[in-house]
């Protein structure tokens, strides 16, 4: 019997005023400064914070605090000569209540990362720098 993957379509459109509208009509005008690549980076955030967030409660940790920031650096691949994303760095301050034991904090921290599919799917994957407090 063949395995179904767990599926999840999202779309989004674009206005020609700019703004982006999701699949339930929800809004989102970008200020006029942020690029294509500041959405990105904004995105690798949101999920991983969502995504530690889930990997945290599957350990029963209820409470956790996310903040940080995404840099990225832009430039040509060697390999194709195409400008492309070739470094992702994360630093992300976390706070956990309850505190887990290491090895959890550990699994939540690895879990967060690996649950990520936006940084996940990138050809050169994300630099996580963590700090717990």
Known sequence: MPITSKEMGYEV??????????????????????????????????????????????????????????KGLVRRREEDGRFAVVRTDLALDVTFDPKPGRAEEHDILTWAERGCFIGSSLTAKPIYHWNVS
Do not use: Q
């Not at 904004?42 to 990997?55: E, G, M, Q």
């Open 13 to 70: 459109r674009l206005d020609a005023d700019g703004t982006m509208r999701t699949e339930d009509d929800s809004t989102f005008a970008a200020p006029e400064r942020w690029s294509a690549e500041h959405l990105l980076l904004a995105s690798i955030l949101r999920c991983t914070a969502k995504s530690l967030d889930y990997s945290a409660r599957k350990k029963g940790v209820a409470g956790v605090t996310v903040s940080g920031s995404a």
